[in-house]
């Protein structure tokens, strides 16, 4: 897990209250996936960004959920008026722009996202 | 993607070796063979990746059937620290998502 930091590591928040989780990939990685993993499952690739650029979305719910990787900054993950089934741990890892030439993709920690 | 079937569950003694069977019969000819694990709710940990040939680094061996429809990995000796879900997945080099499965969950007993 060298390098992929995420914030904040747990998050509370009430039904209809919007939450946003930060992904800040190792240096140099251009490349930012999110991935949901709900309690006792596996995880579910969600979106993958690039610098500016969605590139693949497929497996994010249509409604209240977006992403965004800006030039500047973190990847920013955001749910809109959150539900209890929204409850689940998020990770992120990234990847560099010639893709997994190690065969790794690096794991952050993940945020733990609770819904009251 | 390659999609994978992996045992659900399996037990191994501590200090014993742990062999992880995966079937991966549909991979295609430019897909690896990566393995992960997640320990209780970390983040997945890359354990080691590979193509055709058997691989081996200081966490574990890879081995491949010729005909690449299957793999096992090795933990030589398990310990408790081992104890965790095992996910063998199908994927290309490229900038391309990893599509887990519900993996392989290891128990390691002392």
């Known amino acids: 897990n060298a390098g992929v930091m995420q914030n904040p590591r747990h998050l509370v928040r009430r039904r209809g209250q919007e939450a946003r989780l930060r992904c800040s990939p190792m240096?140099?990685?251009?490349?930012v996936y999110w991935y949901r993993q709900l309690p006792e499952e596996g995880l579910k690739f969600m979106v993958y960004?690039?610098?500016?650029?969605?590139?693949?979305e497929s497996g994010m719910p249509k409604e209240r959920f977006s992403a965004e990787f800006p030039k500047e900054g973190p990847s920013i993950l955001r749910i809109q008026q959150v539900v209890r089934g929204d409850s689940a741990a998020y990770f992120c890892?990234?990847?560099?722009?010639?893709?997994?030439?190690?065969?790794?993709?690096?794991f952050g920690e993940g945020s733990r996202l609770t819904v009251l | 993607d390659a999609k994978t079937t992996q045992p659900p569950s399996m037990d191994c003694a501590e200090g014993r070796a742990a062999n992880l069977p995966c079937n991966h019969s549909?991979?295609?000819?430019?897909?690896?063979v990566y393995w992960y694990r997640q320990i209780h709710s970390q983040g997945p940990q890359y354990i080691i990746h590979?193509?055709?040939n058997n691989e081996t680094n200081e966490m574990a061996s890879l081995i491949i059937t010729e005909d690449r429809k299957s793999s096992t990995l090795i933990l030589p000796h398990a310990t408790l620290r081992d104890t965790a879900v095992y996910y063998c997945?199908?994927?290309?080099?490229?900038?391309?998502?990893?599509?887990f499965g519900k993996g392989t969950r290891l128990s390691v007993i002392a």
């Open positions: 890892d990234s990847s560099p722009r010639t893709g997994r030439l190690s065969g790794e993709l690096f």
């Open positions: 240096k140099g990685h251009s490349h």
């Open positions: 960004l690039q610098k500016e650029n969605i590139i693949d």
């Open positions: 549909t991979i295609s000819g430019n897909e690896y």
């Open positions: 590979g193509l055709k």
């Open positions: 997945i199908g994927s290309s080099t490229g900038n391309t998502p990893l599509v």
